[in-house]
């Protein structure tokens, strides 16, 4: 089974469109560490936030903001009036206790916004 | 620039040889990583090294080997090489060893013929 699904796998907006990201993922520990990183075309990744799961507060950084609900286990990420630059593939990634160093990566979900 | 550099950006070889790619972490940074990105497994962490000894170890092939150099820099040995081990390689650097976020290098593209 995946540990970290990312069901969508394109989308495609227009800029200024508000856009959501979605990530699922599953753990039987009690803690853990959740990441978001961009891709740009250009290929290197781009470290965007890491939540440990004791911190459900949702968070905001400029038109980026983050939404972790353990009830549910997501940690979705969404931008706010999207733009061109924001084009790339996302990935949202999984740190678990029994071992912080292995990452387990979802597929991605690239994202295209057009002018 | 994340400060993380990895040799070469391409390398083309044929199957059955043997390569090995090169990268130095961002300065101050004990931890590497090690990942594979194809188009059908996705991003697949491979190894990590914290001051030269070796941490975790993930989806990596006993036909693979890393090490962490006393310079901190790393390697990455892919030998007998099979046209699926085409892939971009990247090397990630963290500061600490554990759940933190990680600095990727340009990767590597390893295209086998």
């Known amino acids: 089974a995946q540990k970290v699904t990312q069901a969508q796998t394109e989308i495609s907006v227009v800029e200024k469109e508000d856009v959501t990201l979605d990530c699922v993922y599953e753990?039987?520990?009690?803690?853990?560490?959740l990441f978001w990183y961009k891709q740009p075309p250009s290929g290197e990744l781009v470290f965007l936030i890491r939540?440990?799961?004791?911190?459900?507060q949702n968070e905001i950084s400029g038109r980026y903001s983050w939404n972790f609900q353990k009830s549910t286990s997501s940690f979705n990420f969404t931008i706010t009036a999207s733009q061109v630059v924001d084009s790339a593939v996302y990935f949202c990634?999984?740190?678990?206790?029994?071992?912080?160093?292995?990452?387990?990566f979802g597929s991605g979900t690239k994202l295209n916004v057009k002018p | 620039d994340s400060g993380v550099t990895q040799t070469p950006k391409h390398l083309i070889t044929a199957t059955g040889q043997r390569v090995t790619l090169r990268c130095s972490p961002r300065s101050g940074d004990l931890s590497v990583y090690w990942y594979q990105q194809s188009l059908d497994q996705g991003l697949q962490f491979l190894i990590q090294?914290?001051?030269?000894?070796?941490?975790a170890k993930g989806n990596i092939l006993e036909r693979f080997s890393a090490q962490q150099f006393p310079d901190l820099h790393s390697e990455l040995n892919l030998s007998s090489l099979e046209l699926g081990d085409s892939a971009l390689y990247f090397c990630?650097?963290?500061?600490?060893?554990?759940?933190?976020?990680?600095?990727f290098g340009p990767g590597t593209r390893l295209t086998v013929t």
């Open positions: 990634a999984l740190s678990e206790e029994y071992n912080f160093n292995k990452f387990y």
């Open positions: 753990t039987r520990d009690t803690t853990y560490y």
């Open positions: 990630a650097s963290s500061v600490e060893d554990s759940a933190y976020e990680q600095y």
């Open positions: 939540r440990n799961s004791f911190d459900e």
């Open positions: 090294y914290y001051n030269g000894e070796e941490r």
